[in-house]
């Protein structure tokens, strides 16, 4: 069966300080793969997707930026939070092909910038 | 107007009641439907999918959709404590890699 690793769970970072949160799939190839963000009263954003290795794309400009070194690998980062980062952070994936509208989700980070 | 417009709750239900949530929306465009519900703290968790008008049951929840309203229903029978989340209604269009979502409605359901 599937199952999709999101790390850390919870993280608390300084404005101006770098970001790093990295989400893994396993049992399954060639995964489409994305970031959202979940702020309070705010709904589900999709910031990026990834339909392959290299292949990203950004919903909404921002000071964040992701990246997909492998197949079932995806990263999302930033050089300097900003206080209006703060949220919760969701990675998911979905199958390629007729089925891309079924989203799985991982755990979430809640970050907190201060 | 929002694409997704759904009521935000707070929705508080006695245990074994019938649950009805909803979610409007504005763009015919979409023809997948799903809800899926979050517990506090973690991600959310895919409920129920259709792609069609009418009813669909699994055991006790029944996703109900009426194109022609642009109208979506999940309907929650014999409500359980566990039942307590909020829930997220979302929809694509076809061969689009985005998913709209509504803001969620946050349902407790008291013993």
């Known amino acids: 069966s599937q199952t999709i690793h999101q790390w850390p769970a919870t993280l608390v970072q300084p404005v101006g300080s770098p970001l790093s949160l990295e989400c893994t799939v396993e049992?399954?190839?060639?995964?489409?793969l994305y970031w959202y963000r979940q702020a309070a009263g705010r709904g589900l954003q999709l910031l990026f997707y990834?339909?392959?290795?290299?292949?990203i794309s950004s919903e909404v400009p921002q000071n964040l930026s992701a990246s997909r070194p492998q197949d079932r690998q995806f990263i999302l980062s930033s050089k300097k939070l900003l206080l209006s980062d703060s949220g919760f952070y969701l990675c998911?994936?979905?199958?390629?092909?007729?089925?891309?509208?079924?989203?799985?989700f991982g755990s979430g980070t809640q970050l907190s910038v201060l | 107007q929002k694409e997704v417009e759904q009521d935000p709750g707070p929705l508080s239900v006695p245990e074994g009641a019938i649950v009805s949530l909803n979610c409007t929306y504005s763009?015919?465009?979409?023809?997948?439907f799903m809800w899926y519900r979050q517990y506090s703290r973690k991600g959310p968790e895919l409920l129920m999918y259709?792609?069609?008008?009418g009813n669909k049951e699994d055991g006790r929840f029944t996703a109900q959709v009426d194109k022609s309203s642009k109208y979506i229903s999940l309907f929650i029978r014999d409500s359980q404590p566990s039942d307590s989340a909020t829930y997220l209604c979302?929809?694509?269009?076809?061969?689009?890699?985005?998913?709209?979502f509504g803001k969620g409605t946050k349902l407790s359901v008291i013993p």
């Open positions: 998911a994936w979905s199958g390629q092909g007729v089925s891309n509208e079924k989203l799985f």
């Open positions: 049992g399954t190839s060639n995964p489409n």
């Open positions: 990834s339909i392959g290795i290299d292949q």
């Open positions: 763009n015919s465009a979409f023809q997948y």
């Open positions: 259709t792609y069609s008008s």
């Open positions: 979302a929809m694509s269009v076809p061969g689009s890699y985005q998913l709209t």
